[in-house]
């Protein structure tokens, strides 16, 4: 009866103590998770950030030209119904380490004075929305906003070749801590 | 008597037997190695995870930096897949930008080095593995004008130089094919100069680009055509631009005929300076002309160059 009860007490504990230490396991994986998913939102944000407002050409249509792909979008809606899983670089190799995750786009036009609301014909303000999606299937959403008056738009009275935008690939001592994000640099005021 | 053997015989049983307390024995000895493996094995793989935290923590914070600071990018000196060089606005109210620097030597375990404004370099992140830094270029702004260029030009007499007359029956022709970067796929021809002087009459010249024969002799198909008034010109020879539009996305490999003739109703029109030799002038140009406003053109003969240039653009 007495080792009975000692048992149990002793099981009592150990599965309290095996539980703390597994709640604690959870929370840095789910630290780890969400700031992979943070940056990885990043990288494929500035990718579309640095990127025209519309087509240019003198009769831009919404969304993707046929047969472009994402290499040769440089208007922010041609990321528009994106999907890629595992995420992929923007020459469209499969980024190492993550297996599982996706990542997906969504632009739309949203009113300029009411930026939450969604539009339902051409304004001059577009809202994109980058949805990653861990393995666990929780979803991290990122939103931006662009205008078509911004920066990004103006044209500088001489060709000029910039650089609009940079991936960061780094991974740190440990295995497993590759960090993929991203800038766009908003360099229009200074020749390359 | 009776009441102390009750008792005795109460202790007794409230006591542990040896029995139990071996049986207690093995029983915890078994459990509790088990109880520690499971905790030891809880604690390490928190321990690994806070690692791994930490170790993503500072990566993410060195790279955090490196965004920030290329965000604010103005002007990239250095661009390769392990380092970067750019200007950033000024931050020391030294009214000029200052120089920012990200560089790692590709050896893993090395750190990651940030430099400010020429300072000593400092490990952002220590122990680096990998760095991959990938740059996206954009052309912007409108296109400059192509440089008009030679694309075939005979100035300097090789032989003898003459002058040959142009009139209402006798015309001249100039075959040439471009000289070209190779790779060109395709060009605009701008003008054609020649050494041309007017003749006894105030007539006017006809210059027309043509399709070539297998001869090198003109045919009908004009390219091109475009005017020039003998009134215009000098009773010396002297060059003559006569310019052409409209001739972009011209084949590179196409060789073409400046052909003079006379406009209608004119009769004699000047004359062009040729350069005349025993020997081959140029390669890939001939000349051809004839005594019959074009009836029967002469087979193209590359011992007789007319004093001529083509100029085009190049995309």
Redesign the interface.
């Known amino acids: 009866m007495?080792?009975t009860l000692?048992?149990a007490i002793?099981g009592i504990l150990?599965v309290a103590?095996?539980g703390t230490?597994?709640s604690?396991?959870r929370a840095?994986?789910q630290?780890?998770e969400s700031?992979?998913a943070y940056?990885l939102a990043?990288q494929l944000m500035?990718?579309i950030m640095?990127c025209y407002f519309q087509q240019q050409g003198s009769n831009p249509t919404f969304g993707p030209v046929a047969g472009q792909t994402r290499a040769s979008w440089?208007y922010v809606d041609g990321y528009n119904g994106y999907v890629a899983s595992p995420p992929t670089?923007?020459?469209g190799v499969a980024l190492a380490g993550y297996a599982g995750w996706t990542e997906s786009v969504a632009v739309s036009f949203v009113s300029p004075s009411s930026p939450g609301a969604i539009a339902g014909a051409p304004t001059t303000l577009k809202q994109i929305t980058v949805t990653v999606t861990a393995p666990s299937g929780k979803s991290y959403v990122q939103v931006a906003l662009r205008s078509q008056y911004g920066a990004y738009e103006l044209?500088?009275?001489?060709?000029?070749?910039?650089?609009?935008?940079?991936?960061?690939?780094?991974?740190?001592?440990?295995?497993?801590?590759?960090?993929n994000?991203?800038?766009?640099?908003?360099?229009i005021?200074?020749?390359? | 008597m009776k009441s102390f053997r009750r008792r005795s015989s109460h202790l007794r049983r409230r006591a542990?037997t040896l029995v139990?307390m071996v049986?207690?024995l093995v029983?915890?000895s078994v459990?509790?190695p088990v109880?520690g493996s499971?905790?030891m094995m809880?604690?390490r793989?928190?321990t690994d995870?806070?690692?791994?935290?930490l170790?993503?923590?500072?990566?993410?914070d060195?790279?955090?930096q490196?965004?920030?600071d290329?965000?604010?990018?103005?002007?990239?000196t250095q661009?390769t897949a392990l380092a970067?060089t750019?200007?950033v606005p000024d931050r020391l109210s030294a009214g000029s930008p200052q120089v920012v620097s990200y560089s790692w030597s590709g050896n893993p375990?090395d750190p990651?080095l940030r430099q400010f404004n020429g300072g000593a370099s400092t490990a952002l992140?220590?122990?680096?593995?990998?760095?991959?830094?990938?740059?996206?270029?954009?052309?912007?702004?409108?296109?400059?004008a192509a440089t008009e260029q030679a694309l075939f030009s005979h100035t300097t007499a090789f032989g003898s130089t003459h002058g040959n007359n142009l009139d209402n029956n006798n015309w001249a022709s100039q075959y040439f094919v471009p000289n070209l970067p190779i790779g060109t796929s395709s060009y605009t021809l701008t003008r054609v100069r020649l050494l041309l002087k007017s003749g006894p009459q105030s007539a006017v010249m006809s210059v027309s680009l043509r399709f070539p024969d297998a001869l090198f002799r003109p045919t009908g198909a004009i390219v091109a055509q475009a005017t020039v008034y003998e009134s215009a010109l000098s009773s010396q020879y002297e060059w003559i631009d006569v310019r052409f539009t409209g001739l972009s996305g011209q084949n590179p490999l196409q060789g073409l005929c400046i052909v003079l003739t006379n406009a209608t109703g004119s009769t004699n029109i000047g004359a062009v300076q040729i350069d005349q030799s025993l020997f081959s002038i140029l390669s890939n140009a001939y000349w051809s002309s004839t005594a019959n406003a074009g009836q029967n053109w002469s087979i193209g003969a590359s011992t007789t160059t007319a004093m001529c240039s083509v100029y085009g653009t190049v995309p």
């Open positions: 007495e080792a000692s048992v002793v150990l103590s095996t230490f597994g604690i396991a840095r994986k630290q780890i700031r992979t940056l990043q500035a990718e640095q440089n670089s923007q020459g044209i500088p009275s001489s060709q000029t070749n910039y650089i609009t935008g940079v991936a960061v690939s780094l991974q740190g001592p440990a295995p497993g801590t590759t960090i994000t991203g800038a766009h640099p908003l360099n005021s200074s020749s390359q | 542990f139990e049986m207690s029983i915890l459990i509790l109880c499971i905790v809880a604690g793989a928190t995870g806070a690692t791994r935290n170790a993503q923590m500072q990566a993410a060195a790279a955090s490196m965004t920030d290329l965000n604010v990018a103005l002007n990239f661009r970067a750019f200007t375990g990651l992140l220590n122990g680096v593995q990998n760095l991959n830094l990938a740059f996206t270029p954009r052309l912007m702004g409108p296109a400059p």
